[in-house]
C-alpha cells in the first residue's frame, strides 16, 4: 500500500475526520470568516502564515523523533501480536503528517487562488465563465483549509504533551525500577 492511504488509514480515515472537534471547530472559524475568505487577497495571510507552520512540523517530528531512548522507541512502536490498533509512535506519526498535508493543501489553495485572480482574463476560454462561478466556493475551501491548518496547531500542542507524559511515565518506571534494585543489594 502506498505512503498515502497508509498514513490515512493510520490516522483513522473519513471516519476520524468528521468526528474530529479540530475539524469541526476549523468548520465554524472558516464559517464565521467567510466574509474575509470570499475577498481578494486573502490568500497572502495563508501564503505568509503556512510556510512557518510546516517548518514548525517537521522539525516537531525530528524532536520526536529524537526523544527518548532506545528502549522507550522499542515500548511505543510496533503492534503486538494479534493488536490490530496503531502503536502510539505510527498513531503520532499519522498525526503529524495529517497536519503537514492538511498545511500544504491550504498553501497550494493559496497559491492557486492568488495566481488565478492575478493572472489575465482570457475572453476567448470557454471555461471563464466556469472559473468564476467556482471561485468563491474555492476560496472558501482555501480558507477553511488555513484555517484547519492553525486549528490543528493546538492538537500537534496536545500530542506533543501526551507523548512528554508518556515518556515521563516510563522514565519513572525505569527510575522506580533502578530505585528498587538498588534497594535490593
Request: proline residues 4%.
Amino acid at each position: 500500500m502506498s505512503g498515502f492511504p497508509r498514513y490515512f488509514e493510520a490516522y483513522g480515515g473519513l471516519n476520524a475526520l468528521v468526528k474530529s472537534k479540530y475539524f469541526w471547530t476549523a468548520v465554524l472559524i472558516a464559517g464565521a470568516c467567510s466574509r474575509y475568505f470570499t475577498t481578494p487577497r486573502w490568500w497572502e495571510l495563508s501564503i505568509a502564515i503556512v510556510p512557518g507552520l510546516v517548518g514548525f512540523s517537521i522539525a516537531g517530528i525530528a524532536i520526536f523523533i529524537s526523544l527518548g531512548s532506545d528502549q522507550l522507541r522499542s515500548r511505543i512502536a510496533g503492534k503486538m501480536p494479534g493488536d490490530n490498533t496503531e502503536s502510539p509512535f505510527m498513531a503520532f506519526m499519522a498525526m503529524f503528517t495529517h497536519f503537514i498535508v492538511v498545511q500544504l493543501i491550504a498553501l497550494v489553495c493559496a497559491v492557486i487562488a492568488k495566481a488565478f485572480y492575478d493572472a489575465r482574463e482570457i475572453t476567448t476560454n470557454p471555461l471563464a465563465g466556469l472559473a468564476s462561478d467556482l471561485k468563491a466556493p474555492f476560496w472558501l475551501l482555501g480558507g477553511f483549509c488555513f484555517i484547519y491548518a492553525i486549528v490543528l496547531c493546538v492538537a500537534l500542542a496536545i500530542e506533543i504533551y501526551r507523548l512528554a507524559s508518556m515518556i515521563d511515565a516510563f522514565q519513572t518506571m525505569l527510575n522506580s525500577s533502578d530505585q528498587e534494585g538498588r534497594s535490593d543489594e
